[in-house]
Structure formats: C-alpha cells, structure tokens
C-alpha cells in the first residue's frame, strides 16, 4: 500500500467520509481519531459516485486498484494555533548567500555575435564530420562507426547527428552477431556493447563471457589492457537486474582500475580519465561534463582526429557561452523580483544550484527511462 504523505494520516474509504456542518467524521475500526474541524483547505467535491460529498480536503487520488482510497491529515484548532504560535516564536539562522554571488549579471559578453561566430563554425565543420560517419560500408566498417559515434557521445556532438546515429545503429544492430563472431578486442567489444545499450538497443551481456577463463572468472591477463578494463567498467554500468555477468564485471573492473590508477604506470591523461570514471560513471554524468574530460583525453591521444577535435573544442565552447547567457537572464530575472526582501529570513538563495540541478534532472530521467 502507498504510505501517506503526511506525518500523522489516516487512510480511509471514501463512502467512510460523511461532512456535516463544520465537523469531520470519520468512521474507523480503531477509533484513535475523534472528529475535528476542517480548516485551511479548499472546498473539494469528490467526482463520480462520491459527488454529492464535499470536503475541505483536496481530493489526492492513489494510483492502481486502490484509486478510491486518499491519505488525510487529521488537524484540530488547537493544533493549528499551538503551530502557529511555534513557528512565530521559532528562531532561525540566516542562511550563508549563494557562493555565485551576481557575477553572471556583470558577465560582460556579446553573447549574440560571438555566439554567431562559433555558429557559423561549427555549421562549416558538420558535413565533414557527418562523411566521416556515414561514408564507410561493412562488417568492419559498422565497427568502426560504432566506435565513432562513442567518440560523438563522449565529445559531446552526438546531438548533431541525431538522425544519422539512429540509422547507423539501427542497421548495425541487425548484423549485431556477424559483427561480433570473432571480435576478441576487449576494448571493442565493451564499446559497442555500451553504445547500442546506451541508445536503448537490448544487446545480450553474453558478449562478454569469452573474456573468462575454464575456471568462470575474468581472465587476469585483462588486467594489463587498461583502456580495455576502463570500457569494460563502463559497459558495467548499463546492465539490467539480471546481467549477473555485468555485476561480476564490474567487480572486476573496480579492483583493477583502483590498482591502476594507484600505481602510476598508466598514461597520465589515462590516469586521470580512470580517476574520473571510478567517482561518476560515463552514462550518469552530464553530457557537458564528460565532454569537458573527453576532449582533454582525446586531445592527447595518438590517433586524435584534428577536425573532430577542432569540431568539439568549437562546440563545448558555444554550449558554455549558451549556458552563461541562461544564468544572466534567470539571475536578472531573480534579482528584479526582490526574493531577498519578500521571502523568509531562512530562505535559501540557491538560484544558480537549481537551474544545474534541473539540468542534471533532465539526464537522470533520460537514464531512467532507456532503463526502463
């Protein structure tokens, strides 16, 4: 049964709820709660059968076979006075101002014309890298597509090729089996298995049995391909309930990153790209943020893409200055309403904290719903 919402309740059936005059009276097999009036609620009248009850309580309706049951509060006179009293008498201690201050309203910045500049840019740039993508045909082509739109996500430009993801993995996905055959590439294999989970394509986690040795468990000699182990922890992260595999590698994985990185014989742009990944997995992060670390990592990598880099370093660029013109309008917007003055002493001045947080809302119910 759904709890209630309110600390002290009493669930009940409606066709129990009899208004009469100013008096509540509620019908209960234990009797623990004695009439008492209504007050401060809104007259509501009940819809259906129950029409012709009306109550001072707004009608809260609880989902599944038990619609017709709602949670109240039972509150007397007293009660609500002895509140009052106490929240008039309460002392409360004034809340530290927000650490951001109004530094987004004297952000001096022609956001329109630069904005422009990077737009046109960035316009230039897409076509060739939209050929990169969809250019190349085949088994190991659909491969290294796969590992290309990794590359778009974790970069941050995936949003630019919506469309041409969608079809790629969706024509990719139907040859999924020849593709992976013979793939023994670690590495490979977890970023593929991450891609199309990611994008909500249900590839088995079997996959990965073929990195285990006779005696059931992850070969050791895994350890040794540290960006192999870090796709491989990734892939982890995107299993379902019963991927029991999934749950033996990250187990796996953890232990072996946390080695890694605590021995210093990685790269030091891999190193700390481990660190990272240990603190806040891939797919949990904001887009900006796992692009911020990316193209720093991809930046020093060998087979770096300098037009894909140019591409991403261009685009994270107009992402921040489109986020810093939101916080100046919203902080100007906050400012001219005068908060401060109309709004309690302990009211928190928290207005740059909750536009990040509503973006980061945003991702964790993307996340939920491809798991779902």
Same mark, same amino acid.
């Given at each position: 049964?759904? *709890?209630?919402?309110?600390?002290?309740?009493?669930?009940?059936?409606?066709?129990?709820?009899? =208004? +009469?005059?100013? *008096?509540?009276?509620?019908?209960?097999?234990?009797?623990?709660?004695?009439?008492? %009036?209504?007050? !401060?609620?809104?007259?509501?009248?009940?819809?259906?059968?129950?029409?012709?009850?009306?109550?001072?309580?707004?009608?809260?309706?609880?989902?599944?076979?038990?619609?017709?049951?709602?949670?109240? /509060?039972?509150?007397?006179?007293?009660?609500?006075?002895?509140?009052?009293?106490?929240?008039?008498?309460?002392? @409360?201690?004034?809340?530290?101002?927000?650490?951001?201050?109004?530094?987004?309203?004297?952000?001096?910045? $022609?956001?329109? #014309?630069?904005?422009?500049?990077?737009? /046109?840019?960035?316009?230039?740039? %897409?076509?060739?890298?939209?050929?990169?993508?969809?250019? #190349?045909?085949?088994? /190991?082509?659909?491969?290294? /597509?796969?590992? +290309?739109?990794?590359?778009?996500?974790?970069?941050?430009? &995936?949003?630019?090729?919506?469309?041409?993801?969608?079809?790629?993995?969706?024509?990719?996905?139907?040859?999924?089996?020849?593709?992976? =055959?013979?793939?023994?590439?670690?590495?490979?294999?977890?970023?593929?298995?991450?891609?199309?989970?990611?994008?909500?394509?249900?590839? #088995?986690?079997?996959?990965?049995?073929?990195?285990?040795?006779?005696?059931?468990?992850?070969?050791?000699?895994?350890?040794?391909?540290?960006?192999?182990?870090?796709?491989? @922890?990734?892939?982890?992260?995107?299993?379902?309930?019963? $991927?029991?595999?999934? $749950?033996?590698?990250?187990?796996?994985?953890?232990?072996?990153?946390?080695?890694?990185?605590?021995?210093?014989?990685?790269?030091?742009?891999? #190193? !700390?790209?481990?660190? *990272?990944?240990?603190?806040?997995?891939?797919?949990?992060?904001?887009?900006?943020?796992? &692009?911020?670390?990316?193209?720093?990592?991809?930046?020093?990598?060998?087979?770096?893409?300098?037009?894909?880099?140019?591409?991403?370093?261009?685009?994270?660029?107009?992402?921040?200055?489109?986020?810093?013109?939101?916080?100046?309008?919203?902080?100007?917007? @906050? *400012?001219?309403?005068?908060?401060?003055? %109309?709004?309690?002493?302990?009211? !928190?001045?928290?207005?740059?904290?909750?536009?990040?947080?509503?973006?980061?809302?945003?991702?964790?119910?993307?996340?939920? $719903?491809?798991?779902?």
């Amino acid at each position: 049964m759904v *709890k209630p919402r309110f600390p002290i309740s009493l669930v009940v059936n409606m066709e129990a709820i009899t =208004v +009469f005059r100013s *008096k509540l009276s509620i019908r209960s097999e234990t009797k623990t709660l004695p009439a008492c %009036k209504v007050s !401060r609620f809104p007259l509501t009248s009940f819809p259906g059968k129950h029409a012709h009850i009306v109550s001072r309580f707004p009608l809260t309706s609880i989902p599944g076979k038990h619609a017709h049951i709602v949670p109240l /509060k039972a509150t007397t006179i007293s009660t609500l006075a002895y509140c009052d009293d106490e929240e008039n008498n309460r002392m @409360y201690k004034e809340m530290a101002p927000s650490e951001w201050g109004h530094q987004f309203l004297s952000a001096h910045v $022609d956001f329109s #014309s630069e904005m422009d500049v990077l737009e /046109k840019e960035i316009e230039a740039l %897409k076509p060739q890298v939209r050929d990169m993508l969809m250019s #190349s045909k085949g088994i /190991k082509s659909s491969k290294k /597509k796969i590992l +290309f739109i990794y590359l778009l996500v974790s970069l941050g430009l &995936a949003f630019h090729f919506e469309d041409e993801i969608e079809e790629s993995l969706k024509d990719g996905f139907q040859e999924i089996e020849e593709m992976m =055959v013979d793939e023994d590439d670690l590495y490979t294999v977890s970023i593929i298995f991450w891609v199309f989970r990611t994008h909500g394509h249900n590839i #088995s986690s079997e996959v990965f049995r073929r990195f285990k040795g006779d005696d059931g468990k992850f070969k050791e000699c895994l350890a040794k391909d540290a960006k192999g182990i870090l796709s491989l @922890y990734e892939a982890a992260h995107m299993g379902t309930t019963t $991927d029991y595999i999934l $749950d033996e590698a990250l187990s796996f994985t953890v232990s072996n990153l946390e080695s890694l990185a605590a021995s210093g014989t990685c790269k030091l742009n891999l #190193s !700390r790209r481990i660190r *990272k990944a240990l603190d806040q997995p891939q797919h949990k992060n904001m887009e900006i943020l796992v &692009a911020k670390e990316y193209i720093r990592f991809y930046e020093q990598e060998e087979d770096c893409d300098k037009t894909l880099l140019k591409f991403a370093k261009l685009n994270f660029k107009f992402l921040q200055l489109h986020y810093l013109q939101e916080l100046k309008t919203l902080s100007k917007w @906050y *400012k001219e309403q005068e908060f401060e003055s %109309k709004l309690p002493p302990y009211f !928190r001045d928290r207005i740059v904290e909750m536009h990040l947080t509503n973006i980061l809302r945003t991702k964790i119910l993307t996340c939920e $719903d491809l798991s779902d």
